[in-house]
């Protein structure tokens, strides 16, 4: 039998419909249009396309929509000047610096200065400590994501065996967070991990988030097991072509995984939804309301 495919794209739609309704009673009740910053440091292709995205989202959604692009050869100071210039601004609630930075840019001394309040992408040490104290209002976004697909589609995860395969900041380790948050039974693996394909067996719930295309296999897979598809990679589809493919050999992992979220469709269409859904969340945080129930 084969898998049911978690359907990202349709989740995300019904969370934007959601975030639309609450910033529309959020600037009809108290006169608060979210705004969301973006900077973006020199012209990757790919960072221009995420960028781009993200604004485009924002500005449907009715969000104050505030875009930096810096040139390639920024300074360290002026990339902290332009950071310490949007967290004075009281109009803008969320700051995205889209990463990675250009070399020599490090992006470690930017979030010590980033306000934790505005830390969309939840990268700075106290918003990483937060989650880790189960105190979180702002969640690294694509996790967010997972979590509320995991919601819908498999429930309570409470007692189940989780894998974690990769261990990024952005990902990984706030995602394995969230799991035993939720009182899963987590193990997070990397590549210094022995035997990938005997502890993926145990899991009941497999995410792989390495960025190697179609690295997980089939018989990794429990039979019945949910499968969530963090990778995304462009391989050659021939003809010149390329096409998107997860890290699970997505096919093969269908007729043995219970559900498995689809390369492209499934994770990322659930990510610029939650980072709108941190900006908005941030917004009600830095007036003193409650968050929103979204
Ligand atoms: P990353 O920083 O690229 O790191 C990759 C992780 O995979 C590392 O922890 C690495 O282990 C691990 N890894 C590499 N080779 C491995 C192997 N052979 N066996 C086991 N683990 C291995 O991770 P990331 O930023 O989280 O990105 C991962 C993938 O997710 C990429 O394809 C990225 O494009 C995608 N992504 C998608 C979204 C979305 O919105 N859908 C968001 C974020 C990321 P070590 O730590 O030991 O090096």
Redesign the pocket.
């Known amino acids: 039998m084969s898998a049911t495919v978690i359907d990202g794209k349709a989740s995300a739609a019904r969370l934007r419909e959601t975030i639309a309704v609450e910033a529309a009673r959020l600037k009809a009740g108290h006169g608060i249009v979210p705004g969301l910053a973006t900077v973006l440091v020199g012209a990757d292709p790919a960072s221009e396309v995420y960028v781009r995205n993200k604004r485009k989202t924002a500005e449907a959604l009715g969000f104050k929509s505030v875009h930096v692009a810096l040139p390639a050869d920024t300074s360290q100071d002026v990339l902290h000047a332009t950071v310490r210039e949007l967290n004075a601004d009281k109009t803008v609630h969320g700051i995205l610096v889209q990463l990675p930075l250009p070399k020599p840019l490090d992006e470690n001394p930017m979030l010590d200065i980033l306000d934790p309040a505005k830390d969309v992408d939840a990268l700075t040490p106290t918003n990483a400590g937060l989650l880790l104290s189960g105190r979180a209002h702002l969640v690294s ?2 996790p967010a ?1 997972v979590m509320l697909l995991l919601k819908e589609y498999v429930g309570d995860i409470a007692g189940k065996e989780a894998l974690v ?8 380790k706030p995602a394995a967070q969230l799991l035993l948050a939720a009182n899963a039974t987590v193990t997070m ?5 022995h035997d ?1 394909s005997a502890l993926a067996r145990r899991a009941d719930i497999l995410v792989a ?4 295309p179609e ?1 997980v296999k089939a018989d990794w897979i429990k039979r019945g097991a949910t499968v969530i598809d ?4 462009r391989v050659d589809a021939g003809g010149g072509k390329t096409k998107l493919v ?2 699970v050999d997505y096919e093969a992992a269908k007729q043995v995984a219970g559900a498995i979220t689809p ?1 492209p469709g ?3 269409a ?3 939804v939650c980072l709108m859904r941190n900006t908005l969340i941030a917004a009600c945080m830095q007036n003193g309301l409650s968050g929103p129930q979204l």
Do not use: Y
């Not at 395969?165 to 990984?172: D, K, N, T, V």
């Not at 693996?189 to 991990?193: C, F, G, I, N």
């Open positions: 976004c694509t994501g395969i990769g261990r990024s900041l952005l990902f990984g693996a990397h590549s210094r991990s990938l988030a390495i960025g190697k690295f963090v990778g995304i990679n997860g890290d390369v499934g994770v990322g659930m990510t610029i």
